[in-house]
């Protein structure tokens, strides 16, 4: 019986792609048919989403339509979790030509 309950708080632990609700509702014999959108599981989905990298597109954008920008400071104004999209996405906005990198600054690419 200790046995088996370890194994859940295992698998409850070692699980990275089903919400933790869902998995916790499961394990005490209830069914949850919508992710919480709450647990870290949830978030990093989210943070993953395209709507999300939208959202972070334009944001940059606007941020730096006035000044250039500190990357870490852009960061920091977000969960850690979300960090890799961001940088994922400044990447592709200074590929596509609309974003200029100096050194950890970021500025509108004016000459695009
Ligand atoms: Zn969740």
Same mark, same amino acid.
């Given at each position: 019986?200790?046995? $088996?309950?370890? @194994?859940?708080?295992?698998?409850?632990?070692?699980?990275?792609?089903?919400?933790?609700?869902?998995?916790?509702?499961?394990?005490?014999?209830?069914?949850?048919?919508?992710?919480?959108?709450?647990?870290?599981?949830?978030?990093?989905? $989210?943070?993953?989403?395209?709507?999300?990298? @939208?959202?972070?597109?334009?944001?940059?954008? @606007?941020?730096?339509? @006035?000044?250039?920008?500190?990357?870490?400071?852009?960061?920091?104004?977000?969960?850690?979790? $979300?960090?890799?999209?961001?940088?994922?996405?400044?990447?592709?906005?200074?590929?596509? $030509?609309?974003?200029?990198?100096?050194?950890?600054?970021?500025?509108?690419?004016?000459?695009?």
């Amino acid at each position: 019986m200790l046995v $088996k309950k370890l @194994k859940h708080v295992n698998d409850y632990l070692q699980n990275t792609s089903i919400c933790r609700s869902k998995v916790l509702l499961d394990y005490f014999g209830e069914k949850q048919s919508e992710d919480c959108n709450i647990c870290d599981i949830c978030i990093s989905k $989210k943070a993953d989403s395209k709507s999300f990298r @939208k959202d972070i597109r334009i944001r940059l954008l @606007k941020s730096v339509e @006035k000044n250039p920008i500190d990357i870490s400071t852009f960061i920091a104004s977000y969960s850690k979790i $979300k960090e890799q999209v961001i940088l994922e996405e400044i990447n592709n906005l200074i590929s596509e $030509k609309l974003l200029l990198k100096n050194g950890k600054t970021l500025k509108l690419n004016e000459y695009k």
